[in-house]
């Protein structure tokens, strides 16, 4: 894997994910307990044997870029060359203006690297991946290949902007040899494949370009990849394939998307399967994963005091849980102290909150709203960051 040069795309704004964005990026929210979101990627990448990897930050990018730091540079020694880089200022240059503008304002990294093909990742998704059985097939003269994945046409892939809903990935139709026939970029309403009804073929956001025609893309100036430069290079008649995924992956940008992936980190066979050794899912205090304590159904990470009941919860590190309190379906960022005889249901808390003794969070939802909480249309409550002293 030494001729790839992997661009991890980290700079996204994650409103749909606030109020955990408001002070921090979205790569960087915790997940799973321990973990933050950027951990996967990284580890698929680390684990894959690429070695010189890029993370694109830009918005309230000091807690990525303190976490690359102290977990990825300083601690893994596994002789990567890992490192952030922010938007650059003069001549013009300001904030990334979308995914391909933000490979555009670092192409010199691209033009000086001795890299044959360069691997442009999101950094906001949350699944394991062999990133080298996706150049494999990439190296068959490829000017571009897009990892794919079979997906159910439901409510699931779907958002509403500006008042309209749409789909919220590229939609892609491929050929009996996986060549790109059609993509669609967030359209209202998705190509299912054909002969296979009520399914649909959704781009992951990850590619690996030829390095040649990648720069060649570049030269025209487009901001973003879905909207232009897949749509440009297809009419130029540039190979682009798709590489068929098959396992577990999550977009993790709203609220009820990424309460639903942490849920499925929990249970005796869970969905996506934190505890496989051989493909180890990297972050800060080490390797392993949070406990799973099959009892009551949870994950709980390191320096947890839990005196109350917990149920299908995941409780992020230094999390207490005073007596008699029972936290269900719930997600406790670190640092967080419980009260005594407190309910808590269907929740996010994040960091350093206390909860008052006898208080109930999720039980009423015009009393949640009144204390500033901002609760989903799905009824998950999320309570921000120091909101409860």
């Known amino acids: 894997m030494k001729h790839t040069l992997a661009m991890i795309l980290a700079g996204g704004k994650g409103e749909r994910l606030a109020p955990l964005t408001d002070e921090r990026a979205k790569p960087a929210v915790p997940f799973g307990g321990k973990f933050r979101i950027i951990d996967f990627v990284l580890s698929n990448m680390v684990n894959s044997g690429i070695h010189e990897i890029v993370v694109l930050s830009q918005y309230e990018s000091r807690s990525l870029e303190d976490h690359i730091r102290d977990v990825w540079t300083s601690q893994c020694g596994l002789g990567q060359a890992i490192y952030t880089l922010p938007p650059r200022s003069g001549k013009g240059r300001g904030w990334y203006q979308g995914t391909a503008d933000s490979i555009s304002q670092n192409i010199d990294r691209i033009s000086k690297h001795n890299a044959d093909r360069v691997a442009i990742f999101s950094g906001d998704h949350v699944y394991r991946m062999d990133v080298s059985k996706m150049i494999e097939a990439h190296n068959g003269g490829n000017d571009l290949t897009i990892a794919a994945l079979k997906t159910p046409v439901s409510e ?5 902007k500006n008042g309209k809903k749409r789909c919220k990935f590229g939609i892609i139709q491929i050929n009996k040899n996986n060549n790109v026939v059609e993509f669609q970029e967030k359209p209202e309403k998705p190509s299912e494949i054909p002969g296979q009804p009520g399914y649909c073929m959704v781009s992951m956001g990850n590619y690996i370009f030829k390095k040649t025609s990648l ?27 798709v590489y068929p995924f098959e396992g577990y992956w999550r977009d993790v940008g709203d609220i009820d998307s990424y309460f639903r992936a942490n849920m ?10 934190l505890f496989e050794e051989d493909w180890p899912v990297r972050t800060l205090g080490g390797n392993f994963p949070p406990t799973y304590l099959g009892i009551c159904n949870s994950l709980v990470s390191e320096g947890c005091i839990v005196h109350g009941t917990i149920e299908n919860c995941i409780l992020s590190p230094g999390v207490s ?16 102290k419980i009260g ?3 309910r808590i249901r269907k929740a996010v808390i994040d960091k350093c909150n206390y909860v008052k003794s006898g208080d109930q969070i ?15 249309s799905s ?8 909101k409860l002293k």
């Open 321 to 336: 849980i005073g007596k008699n309190s029972h936290v269900q379906d719930a997600i406790i960022f670190n640092n967080t």
């Open 340 to 342: 005594n005889d407190v």
């Open 264 to 273: 499925d980190l929990n249970g005796q066979k869970p969905k996506f399967n």
């Open 379 to 386: 009824g998950i409550v999320v309570v921000p960051r120091r």
């Open 156 to 160: 699931d892939i779907f958002e509403i």
């Open 215 to 241: 720069l060649e893309a570049l030269e025209k100036k487009f901001h973003d990849f879905g909207n232009h430069i897949i749509p440009e290079m297809k009419k130029e008649g540039k190979i682009i394939k």
């Open 362 to 376: 999720g039980y009423n939802s015009e009393e949640d709203k009144a204390r500033g909480f901002h609760i989903t």
